[in-house]
């Protein structure tokens, strides 16, 4: 069963670092959809003291049609939004044949092309509170994984 965490033209390298260092923890694959916005050459990286940052599975795609071509082969997606109704709890994250979790950039989520094709694929992480407007992106990825590897267990 294999985990899959894809951010899409993410904005923050130190969010794109913890997510990647939970993929580490983990063994998920971390898939990173150009334009980023930011470098991954090895002095950014190295700069925003990412020391394990070698040892995570990345793979970068140049576009979101590229990567969607591989999706079907990784798993079942599920793609989080704060404007999904259906909570990620009441979701099976963990199928058989692996799970994909995709997750939008920091400041405007995933593109509205998205939301129309994958409506019934998308989730959201329960806000309590109405001042919350949505959670950190490398904190949701990292509740998202942990999840799935509980519905493992």
Known sequence: ????????????HWNT??????CLATGATLHLIEPLGFSLDEAQV?????????????????????????????GQPYFFSTKATQLFWDAPLA???????VFGRETGGLPAELHERYADRFVSL???SERVRSLNLSTTVAIAVYEVLRQQR
């Open 46 to 74: 190295k700069r925003a003291g990412l020391d394990y940052w070698e040892h995570v599975d990345v793979r970068v795609w140049p576009s979101w049609e590229a990567f969607e071509a591989e999706l079907p082969r990784l």
């Open 1 to 12: 069963m294999s985990i899959h965490v894809v951010l899409v033209h993410p904005e923050i």
């Open 17 to 22: 670092g913890n997510a990647g260092r939970t």
């Open 95 to 101: 199928p058989v044949e692996g799970t994909v979790l």
């Open 126 to 128: 329960p806000i309590l």
